[in-house]
């Protein structure tokens, strides 16, 4: 009897640190990380959220891009941070597509990040260089099929949304298009642009822009239906490539044994920011759907995501080492 009220003690004694920890939270600046570089989707939730999450909570939120191994390293780096709520991810479909696309990964998302909530979601866009022969999907796939073309395509990283949608694309065309993968969105539309690379599929946010001044030829949109902001562009699936639907989307994790007080401020203060309606707007300007859910949704959310993207790898045969 003695022994179980001596471990009673030790484990209320072990807890009171963390409940001492999440009543005075936060009282030093917060760190969060962006697995990818500056200019791209995931980086513009986070540098929207991030001003105003730190006017909420009385403390900086800093934005630190750490891009690098697919989004694995920013990933990882949370997942074995200690759990108080002072390092946070604004992950991506990263975070449930990695488990399936690489053989090790040195964290398991469901097991080793603790899910705050859905930040936004945004369709992919299908972007041409300008000096493609081409104006439509089907062209495109015309294209792609003529004997003696070889078209290359970019991607924002193995492993994202931007690489799975294009060999998605392939599959379900029945076209071979070479893969070359950069280290953000920012730097791979550039090479679109300068006409080093043929296509890509790219987040709305990050390609809209040059969309809109013309750099690039737009060919369609992921979505399951038209976007406002591009309504005379078809979805791919218009253009005879029926199911074909992909998109991307941005939430917040935080290591898992994070107090659950600190989750739940934090969640609290990230479904108001994206309630408010200047946010609403930036992100609307973008494409960005903002979303605002609850921790169990979004953990709920993540299964799904895990799920989903395990047959497009699987169906795709994408694979990184």
Avoid: C
């Avoid at 953000?184 to 890509?200: F, K, R, S, Y």
């Amino acid at each position: 009897m003695k022994r179980i009220v001596a471990r009673i003690l030790l484990a209320v004694l072990a807890a009171m640190p963390l409940l001492a920890m999440a009543q005075a939270y936060p009282t030093r600046p917060i760190k969060m990380l962006v697995p990818f570089p500056a200019g791209g989707t995931v980086d513009f939730f986070a540098r929207v959220v991030a001003p105003k999450l730190g006017e909420a909570l009385g403390q900086p939120v800093q934005v630190e891009n750490r891009s690098g191994a697919g989004g694995n390293i920013a990933a990882e780096a949370v997942a074995k941070s200690p759990p108080d709520g002072y390092t946070v991810l604004m992950g991506s479909e990263i975070v449930a597509i990695n488990i399936s696309l690489y053989k090790q990964l040195g964290y398991d998302p469901l097991k080793d990040l603790a899910p705050v909530t859905l930040v936004g979601t945004v369709p992919n866009i299908l972007i041409a260089n300008l000096g493609v022969p081409v104006t439509s999907v089907k062209d495109l796939i015309a294209l792609a099929k003529k004997p003696g073309t070889k078209l290359s395509y970019a991607s924002t990283g193995h492993g994202t949304s931007s690489q799975l949608s294009s060999e998605l694309f392939k599959s379900m065309a029945g076209v071979d298009i070479l893969h070359v993968p950069y280290k953000g969105g920012a730097p791979a539309i550039a090479d679109v642009i300068g006409g080093q690379i043929n296509i890509m599929f790219l987040n709305m946010p990050t390609g809209i822009g040059q969309v809109k001044a013309g750099k690039v030829r737009i060919l369609g949109v992921t979505s399951a239906k038209r976007v406002a902001q591009l309504p005379d562009v078809p979805t791919i699936e218009e253009a005879g490539l029926k199911g074909f639907e992909t998109a991307a989307w941005s939430g917040v994790y935080v290591p898992m044994g994070t107090p659950r007080d600190i989750i739940t401020r934090l969640n609290t203060e990230i479904v108001k920011i994206l309630k408010m309606p200047s946010v609403r707007e930036q992100l609307a300007g973008q494409g960005a759907e903002p979303v605002g859910d609850t921790p169990e949704e979004f953990a709920q959310f993540t299964r799904s995501e895990i799920a989903k993207w395990a047959q497009v790898v699987k169906t795709s045969g994408a694979k990184v080492e």
